[in-house]
């Protein structure tokens, strides 16, 4: 599965961004797409994620502001409202494919998304 993020961007505190993450390659197996978001010098943490059977977890800190959305089987989202500036990092998209036990993570390249104050 090829992952292509977009939609990051500069916006102020309490602003709002639309994310999206196309997918392309063997996406009928995929069982679950997630967000994920990294800052400099820490690890990527989980934002949101949806399965196939459109069950959905949000971080603590992204409830009730940010909706993770699969738009088609192609296509998937992650709208972002009430932005604040501890939102900035780097999203990345991945893409969870499983067979049995074993799991096939793919990822993104990332989109950039800065929060000013």
């Known amino acids: 599965v090829q992952l292509q993020a977009s939609g990051g961007g500069l916006v102020q505190a309490g602003g709002s961004l639309r994310l999206s993450c196309a997918a392309s390659?063997?996406?009928?197996?995929?069982?679950?797409m997630s967000w994920y978001r990294q800052t400099p010098g820490n690890q990527r943490d989980l934002v949101a994620m949806?399965?196939?059977?459109?069950?959905t977890y949000y971080a603590d800190s992204v409830k009730g502001r940010f909706t993770i959305s699969r738009d088609n089987i192609e296509m998937l989202s992650l709208q972002m409202n009430s932005l604040k500036p501890e939102d900035t990092g780097r999203y990345y998209c991945?893409?969870?494919?499983?067979?049995?036990?074993?799991?096939?993570?793919?990822w993104g390249q990332g989109t950039q998304v800065t929060v000013s104050s």
């Open positions: 991945n893409a969870v494919r499983r067979y049995g036990t074993k799991d096939y993570i793919n």
């Open positions: 390659g063997l996406i009928s197996d995929i069982y679950s």
């Open positions: 949806i399965t196939n059977s459109e069950a």
